[in-house]
């Protein structure tokens, strides 16, 4: 059964930092990476990164987020620096299968608040 499990959110200061986690389990994943949903807004792709290494980060947070993974843990990070109050959202850790190409999973999400 795979598992995907975020922690790091909460509250900060805008200017602030956070650094999220997410734990997965029960595969071997290829793309992971990080949505956000702010309320009354669509979940958007805010960093992906591949098993190798290639990042891909959505325009609005280029420069401040970095994401990064532990193959060997199976882990993905977000550092987020430069936090703005739009950056407030749930933020979901996602991850592809490598074994079983087309799934993909989602984590319960953790909430992040900037406040201005």
């Known amino acids: 059964q795979v598992q995907l499990v975020e922690s790091g959110g909460g509250l900060v200061q805008a200017g602030g930092s956070l650094i999220l986690s997410c734990a997965a389990s029960?595969?071997?994943?290829?793309?992971m990476g990080w949505y956000r949903q702010a309320p009354g807004k669509q979940r958007e792709l805010v960093a992906a990164?591949?098993?190798?290494?290639?990042?891909n980060y959505a325009d609005s947070v280029k420069g401040r987020f970095t994401t990064s993974r532990d193959n060997a843990k199976n882990m993905v990070y977000l550092q987020m620096n430069s936090l703005k109050p739009e950056d407030t959202a749930v933020y979901y850790c996602?991850?592809?299968?490598?074994?079983?190409?087309?799934?993909?999973?989602w984590g319960q999400g953790t909430q992040v608040t900037v406040s201005s």
């Open positions: 996602n991850a592809h299968d490598r074994i079983r190409p087309g799934y993909d999973y």
């Open positions: 990164i591949t098993s190798g290494g290639n990042t």
């Open positions: 029960g595969s071997i994943f290829s793309t």
